[in-house]
């Protein structure tokens, strides 16, 4: 049977794993797996989750940072929005 933490979105995770600091230097970056990299290629990838926003329609996105396979050998960072429902806490 899953735990009420497994009905809780990344965003809502994320943010009781949060720092529990008061001052302004709590870093807010937290680790996190991408699925659907912008590679294509089906396997998750360790990302740098920065920041959350709430889209028009009332969606939650995180701007996350990962590489990805730009040529054979050739690797990039790749900076973007993603789906909540496309990140996992690592």
């Not at 590679?39 to 920041?51: I, P, T, Y």
């Amino acid at each position: 049977m899953g735990s009420k933490r497994d009905s809780l979105s990344m965003r809502e995770r994320v943010a009781l794993s949060a720092p529990r600091s008061n001052g302004p230097l709590a870093c807010p970056a937290r680790h996190c797996w991408v699925a659907e990299p912008a590679d294509g290629v089906a396997e998750k990838r360790a990302g740098l989750l920065v920041e959350w926003r709430q889209t028009p329609s009332g969606r939650w996105q995180g701007r996350v940072l990962y590489l990805a396979r730009l040529r054979p050998g050739l690797w990039s960072l790749v900076e973007e929005w993603v789906d909540d429902v496309l990140l996992t806490p690592s």
